[in-house]
């Protein structure tokens, strides 16, 4: 449903209206854009993305259509803001041509402001990009890529289901830097089936020589609704070795020059992915294409709106070819009510290694510095926050502790 359609907002009790009125007026952070493919050419056991093995024929053209009415839609919640960084994320992007791309990219920056110098991020699997067209997606505006490795030894490789090899690999991150992307990532995944600790540094040390600006670095985990959840591969790493791995990976990546600024992400001075770092510091995000969610704040009357599109993208689809309107059936969305928002707002910023200044909070949220006064203290009780009043940091411990850090801002 369109937010403007509400007959009436939800109203949160009286203590927490106070907390709010006492509270700086919410400022809206910087504006990204995601846009959703949803296709694969095949589903890995591992994902729990919303991605759908593709059809013998992409409907690229009905899809591009799609997305520009799914943007129009939302374009009244974002009059006069300007977009910062635009992430095409799957499913696997690199499926649909350069063409298309542009089509997308030309029909969004004619209906939005784009900053000078947008990062665009396109998210690429070695084994679908048509090597010829890095050139054409950097024609289209194209400026990041995040290329989905995961490993470079075969056998992980093949345990994980990817539909590339090692070489293919490293021909597809050395075309596209031949093609003039520089702006590089790659994503690699540890504690995997088989793999030993020379193994997973091996790893890294040939994702390092290919010389990336940016480099994900995630443990596989067995995430409910996957096959792998309903079916654990053998041979995964235990708890311990899985920490050493972790803890040996990290070093090598530091003593390549890579900062750790996020939990999994790493990056040499300057190449942080701006896109992610909106997520992180809870700034808003428009979301268009099946299955995406977005995020505004809007400052005349303090609201925080989530919003999400329908998933399947046959339906998707369906839905814009069957309504000359946009109704509930394409989406939905739902107030972040106050009570809910430190944990909102805590759940992505404590991802970040950074420190971060209550009025950050103050500003990203809507509330008072008083609506987690107690919650700040028992972090810092309990060694996993360090701060003088104003600005906290995470300690080595808190990082340890990330998830029981961030529960403890979970409102009953």
């Given at each position: 449903?369109?937010?403007?359609?509400?007959?009436?907002?939800c109203?949160?009790?009286?203590?927490?209206d106070?907390a709010?009125?006492?509270?700086?007026?919410?400022?809206?952070?910087?504006?990204a854009?995601?846009?959703?493919?949803?296709?694969?050419?095949?589903?890995?056991?591992?994902?729990?993305?919303?991605?759908?093995?593709?059809?013998?024929?992409?409907?690229?053209?009905?899809y591009?259509?799609?997305?520009?009415r799914?943007?129009?839609f939302?374009?009244?919640?974002?009059?006069?803001?300007?977009v910062?960084?635009?992430?095409?994320?799957?499913?696997?992007?690199?499926?649909?041509?350069?063409?298309?791309?542009?089509?997308?990219?030309?029909?969004?920056s004619a209906?939005?402001?784009?900053?000078?110098?947008?990062?665009?991020?396109l998210?690429?699997?070695?084994?679908?990009?048509?090597f010829d067209?890095?050139?054409?997606?950097?024609?289209?505006?194209?400026?990041?890529?995040?290329?989905?490795?995961q490993?470079?030894?075969?056998g992980c490789?093949k345990?994980?289901?990817?539909?590339?090899?090692?070489?293919?690999?490293?021909?597809?991150?050395?075309?596209?830097?031949?093609?003039?992307?520089?702006?590089?990532?790659?994503d690699?995944?540890?504690?995997?089936?088989?793999q030993?600790m020379?193994?997973?540094?091996?790893?890294?040390?040939?994702?390092?020589?290919?010389?990336p600006?940016?480099?994900?670095?995630?443990?596989?985990?067995?995430?409910?609704?996957?096959?792998?959840?309903?079916?654990?591969?053998?041979?995964?790493?235990?708890?311990d070795?899985?920490?050493?791995?972790?803890?040996?990976?990290?070093?090598?990546?530091?003593?390549?020059?890579?900062?750790?600024?996020?939990?999994s992400?790493?990056?040499?001075p300057?190449?942080?992915?701006r896109?992610?770092l909106?997520?992180?510091?809870y700034?808003?995000?428009l979301?268009?294409?099946?299955?995406?969610?977005?995020?505004?704040?809007?400052?005349?009357?303090?609201?925080?709106?989530?919003?999400w599109?329908?998933?399947?993208?046959?339906?998707?689809?369906?839905?814009?070819?069957?309504?000359?309107?946009?109704?509930?059936?394409?989406?939905?969305d739902?107030?972040?009510?106050?009570?809910a928002?430190?944990?909102?707002?805590?759940?992505?910023?404590?991802r970040?290694?950074?420190?971060?200044?209550?009025?950050?909070?103050?500003?990203?949220?809507?509330l008072?510095?008083?609506?987690?006064?107690?919650?700040?203290?028992a972090a810092?009780a309990?060694?996993w926050?360090?701060?003088?009043?104003?600005?906290?940091?995470?300690?080595?411990?808190?990082?340890?502790?990330?998830?029981?850090?961030?529960?403890l801002?979970?409102k009953?």
């Amino acid at each position: 449903m369109h937010p403007h359609a509400h007959g009436e907002h939800c109203a949160p009790d009286c203590a927490h209206d106070r907390a709010h009125d006492a509270a700086p007026a919410l400022v809206p952070g910087p504006l990204a854009l995601y846009i959703h493919i949803p296709w694969c050419v095949r589903k890995c056991p591992y994902c729990d993305f919303n991605s759908h093995q593709r059809p013998q024929e992409l409907p690229v053209a009905e899809y591009v259509a799609a997305l520009v009415r799914d943007l129009e839609f939302d374009l009244p919640n974002v009059w006069g803001r300007t977009v910062h960084s635009v992430f095409f994320g799957g499913g696997t992007p690199s499926l649909f041509p350069a063409s298309a791309i542009n089509d997308i990219l030309a029909a969004c920056s004619a209906r939005l402001r784009f900053a000078p110098g947008t990062e665009v991020t396109l998210e690429c699997n070695p084994g679908t990009a048509e090597f010829d067209r890095f050139e054409g997606y950097r024609a289209a505006g194209v400026n990041r890529l995040s290329f989905g490795v995961q490993s470079f030894d075969d056998g992980c490789l093949k345990a994980l289901g990817r539909i590339h090899d090692s070489g293919e690999a490293e021909r597809a991150v050395k075309l596209a830097q031949d093609a003039g992307l520089d702006n590089l990532n790659i994503d690699l995944m540890y504690a995997l089936p088989g793999q030993t600790m020379a193994m997973a540094l091996h790893d890294v040390e040939r994702a390092v020589a290919l010389e990336p600006a940016h480099l994900s670095h995630y443990h596989l985990t067995m995430e409910p609704n996957t096959v792998f959840a309903a079916r654990p591969p053998q041979g995964l790493p235990d708890e311990d070795d899985a920490w050493a791995m972790q803890e040996a990976c990290q070093q090598r990546i530091a003593e390549a020059g890579f900062g750790h600024y996020e939990i999994s992400a790493y990056a040499k001075p300057g190449r942080q992915c701006r896109h992610n770092l909106a997520y992180w510091t809870y700034a808003d995000y428009l979301g268009i294409g099946a299955g995406a969610h977005g995020k505004i704040s809007f400052g005349h009357d303090g609201r925080i709106l989530r919003h999400w599109k329908k998933k399947n993208p046959r339906e998707y689809l369906a839905a814009f070819a069957a309504d000359a309107g946009y109704g509930a059936h394409v989406g939905g969305d739902e107030d972040v009510l106050l009570p809910a928002r430190p944990f909102d707002y805590m759940l992505n910023r404590l991802r970040l290694h950074a420190p971060f200044a209550l009025t950050e909070f103050e500003q990203a949220t809507g509330l008072s510095r008083a609506a987690i006064a107690s919650e700040i203290a028992a972090a810092e009780a309990r060694g996993w926050l360090e701060g003088n009043g104003e600005v906290y940091a995470l300690t080595a411990q808190g990082r340890n502790f990330n998830n029981d850090l961030v529960s403890l801002f979970l409102k009953d």
